[in-house]
């Protein structure tokens, strides 16, 4: 499976924007996927993942709150709507996807996951 993330740009402290990644070559329908991000000169980050249903997800304590993963199998597209953005929320983002025989599971780790998008840039200004 291949996927595109899009959606990223400006945005002003305290504003929304929202990511998404569309798959290609396949469905998502099996796939738990994930949003990672990585700021400059900063490790690669889990921000949050959703099971391959979208039943269960979960959150980075620094994103808990103000975002949400949500996922739709049927347009094979995952989104990361982003509310009340900090400074520090500015990074490249990823997102990712892995194969799951079970659902309910989501996988927080950036070696979990198989397939990679090419990341979206978040800028947050002042």
């Known amino acids: 499976v291949q996927l595109q993330a899009s959606g990223g740009g400006l945005v002003q402290a305290g504003g929304s924007l929202r990511v998404s990644c569309a798959a290609s070559g396949g469905t998502l329908s099996r796939y738990a996927m994930g949003w990672f991000r990585q700021a400059p000169g900063k490790e690669r980050e889990f921000v949050a993942a959703i099971s391959w249903s979208g039943g269960s997800t979960a959150y980075s304590d620094s994103v808990k709150g103000r ?9 094979t597209t995952v989104y990361l709507q982003m509310n009340s953005l900090k400074l520090e929320d500015a990074a490249v983002y990823y997102c990712a996807a892995r194969g799951s025989l079970f659902d309910g599971t ?7 996951y198989s397939y990679w998008g090419q990341g979206t840039q978040v800028t947050v200004s002042s």
């Open 67 to 75: 975002f949400t993963i949500s996922k739709d199998n049927v347009k």
């Open 106 to 112: 989501y996988y927080l780790r950036v070696s979990d």
